[in-house]
């Protein structure tokens, strides 16, 4: 990364990192306007309007 040094196997992974410097947001939940700069993190936060729950805890049996 020309701004801070960091240096990343993949070239799709310093894109994703790019967007963190100036703090592009490009990827917007639908439901609420939450912008994310990783389409993971939307995909995570989507879970939350929907309810899903796909991990569960095989001690507790809670899920989350």
């Given at each position: 990364?020309?701004?801070?040094g960091q240096?990343?196997r993949r070239s799709?992974?310093?894109?994703?990192h790019?967007?963190?410097?100036?703090?592009?947001?490009?990827?917007?939940c639908a439901?609420c306007?939450?912008?994310?700069?990783?389409?993971?993190?939307l995909?995570?936060?989507r879970?939350?309007h929907s309810?899903q729950?796909p991990?569960?805890?095989?001690?507790?049996g809670?899920?989350f």
């Open positions: 990364c020309g701004d801070c240096s990343f799709s992974m310093l894109v994703a790019w967007r963190l410097h100036p703090g592009e947001k490009p990827f917007a439901d306007g939450k912008s994310f700069s990783l389409s993971c993190s995909f995570r936060h879970r939350l309810g729950r991990y569960r805890c095989a001690g507790c809670k899920s």
